[in-house]
């Protein structure tokens, strides 16, 4: 199987500015989505000097190497994407940096949205939920679109994930079908827990809820704690001793939910608005 992101994995230049850039700020320069969207062609990337972004139609994600900042390529790189761009664009800070929000106040960017990191010690002892299994694939692809579709509807990304999605994420290096959890009523699958787990020193992984979901008509069966308990026997049972994840500032359901697991913040991202071109 073809690697669906060797655009950037063949790319060492930006491969080595994304880990210095993890490494300096205690977050990726850039979203997994953001790399899909690269990988598929419908995002591109530009760079400017040591500042690299990745463009769409209306979202920037951009970062400067940490070794040249404080010399203004920050603004000569938003300036030139703003000058370039047809209407309004929404920018990314992924962990919210004094610089990135200073950059953003400086010109006019409105923030609009809030993305939480949190994270949690996993416990040891969670029992293996007997209903929850893994997900069967590629038979279940589509359901499992259908039903994120339904249970996304209202977010800008994760609702709209399509089958070349899909594909282009099980095909990275990272996944393991053992780590996509379901609950199933009958031949229906009515909830998810999607864990990401990457590579690292032993006693140092970290288990990621990449995505957890439950059918909008079962809203109310307390079906998210049960799939997120599901995901913790999981990373427990893998030796993962840390848990993160992203969940939107003002989804408190979802907050509720995690705090009462124990999940505290660790960062936040902000997306900022342009300024309307006049």
Known sequence: ???????????PALLGL??????????????????????????????????AAIVTADSVEFVVDPDARR?????????????????QLLFWSHGDHPGARALAASHGLEPVRELLHL?????????????????RLPEEADAWL?????????????????????????????????????LRDGSSIIGFCWLKVEEGPPGRREGEFYV????????GERLGRR???????????????????YVEGDNAPALRLYRGLGFTNRSVDIQYRSAPRL
């Open 1 to 11: 199987m073809s690697d669906p992101l060797s655009p950037t994995r063949s790319n």
């Open 18 to 51: 994304i880990e210095r850039a993890r490494a300096a700020d205690g977050s990726p320069p850039f979203s997994d989505g953001a790399l899909v969207e690269l990988s598929q062609g419908t995002a591109t990337l530009q760079r400017l000097g040591d500042a």
């Open 71 to 87: 010399r203004g390529l920050g603004t000569r790189m938003l300036e030139h994407l703003t000058s370039h761009a047809p209407g």
């Open 119 to 135: 994270e949690a010690e996993v416990p040891a002892g969670v029992p293996a939920d007997p209903g929850v299994s893994q997900i």
């Open 146 to 182: 259908e039903l994120n579709a339904r249970a996304f509807a209202g977010h800008p990304e994760q609702g709209r994930v399509t089958r070349a999605d899909l594909d282009t994420t099980i095909a990275e290096p990272w996944f393991d079908a053992a780590d996509f959890l379901v």
């Open 212 to 219: 957890v979901g439950v059918d909008p008509g079962r809203q």
């Open 227 to 245: 799939l997120v308990e599901a995901g913790l026997a999981r990373l427990a049972g893998r030796g993962i001793r840390t848990a993160h994840l």
